[in-house]
């Protein structure tokens, strides 16, 4: 249970909205009514860590950083934190982006948890956040990971940076290997109910950086509205920015002049500057 934001962003937005834009994304970590609306009101907010990964063009030169808390997002440090990265990220003229908070119920806590995942493939290396989940036992095996340690976002994570390795011949071939991968991770071991919204950034070397999302729930027709309306995920955009969002931010929380429209399920999709391509329907 998670609320993400995937999204490329000019500098002019990312010195004008992109402070009021995290705001709302906190805001909708900290009371969301969709997560109440899931668990009959037990619980609204997603406090168990958040995560970050940017990668940023500026005069040609390309940069990529992280940042992960086991703190909830709306705390007064994270907050913090937030506002001072946002700051600085005006000065970049274009920026790739991954924002994440986690709600967890059973899977294991800490920092090390919190989204993004960073994993290296045969060709670079790859930050994926994860709304959903996965037979984590099964998908372990493949992964060779100890379930009672790392979450099943992280398995997933580590299972596309494997089926990357084995696709992709060059960085070209990202395009089209991306969505094997995910169609893979899904008809392996995705359960009924189990979703994969996600949102992968690659890095292939040079100024090889890419940026994907994806929209896949097993059984989504068959959800009660509750759940369909958390998982829906939004496209968002104008003038300077093209996002996807999960739902509580776009439908409680941004106050953006813009477009904006609900995205179809089962799809695998390239962020672009301004578009996206469908890669895969499920």
């Known amino acids: 249970m998670c609320r993400i934001l995937v999204g490329l962003v000019g500098r002019e937005f990312a010195r004008t909205e992109l402070s009021s834009l995290v ?10 009514p969709y997560l109440a609306g899931i668990t009959g009101g037990r619980r609204e907010s997603h406090d168990d860590g958040w995560g970050l990964a940017v990668a940023g063009f500026r005069n040609g030169a390309l940069t990529i950083f992280q940042e992960r808390a086991a703190l909830p997002v709306f705390s007064d440090v994270s907050r913090e934190l937030l506002r001072v990265f946002t700051g600085k990220l005006g000065m970049y003229e274009e920026l790739y982006l991954l924002l994440h908070s986690r709600a967890t119920v059973a899977e294991p ?4 948890n919190a989204h993004p995942y960073e994993v290296d493939f045969k060709l670079g290396r790859v930050w994926f956040i994860h709304n959903g989940s996965i037979d984590k036992l099964r998908a372990s095996q493949e992964a060779g990971m100890d379930p009672h340690l790392h979450v099943d976002s992280h398995v997933a994570a580590t299972l596309i940076a494997k089926y990357l ?7 070209e071939d990202l395009d089209q290997c991306v969505p094997v991968a995910y169609e893979k991770l899904y008809n392996e071991y995705a359960r009924e109910g189990d979703a994969l919204i996600t949102g992968l950034l690659t890095y292939c070397g040079g100024s090889d950086v890419r940026l994907y999302a994806t929209s896949l729930v097993r059984g989504y027709e068959g959800l009660d509205n509750a759940r369909k309306a958390y998982y829906s995920i939004y496209r968002v955009w104008g003038d300077g920015f093209n996002l996807v969002s999960s739902s509580t931010l776009v439908d409680h929380y941004a106050r953006l002049s813009s477009f904006y429209k609900s995205l179809r399920q089962q799809e695998v999709l390239k962020m672009e500057r301004d578009s996206i391509k469908t890669l895969l329907s499920v």
Do not use: H, N, P, Q
């Open 23 to 32: 705001e709302g994304f906190i805001g909708s970590s900290r009371k969301d």
């Open 109 to 112: 806590l800490g920092t090390s």
């Open 165 to 171: 390795s084995g696709c992709v011949a060059a960085c």
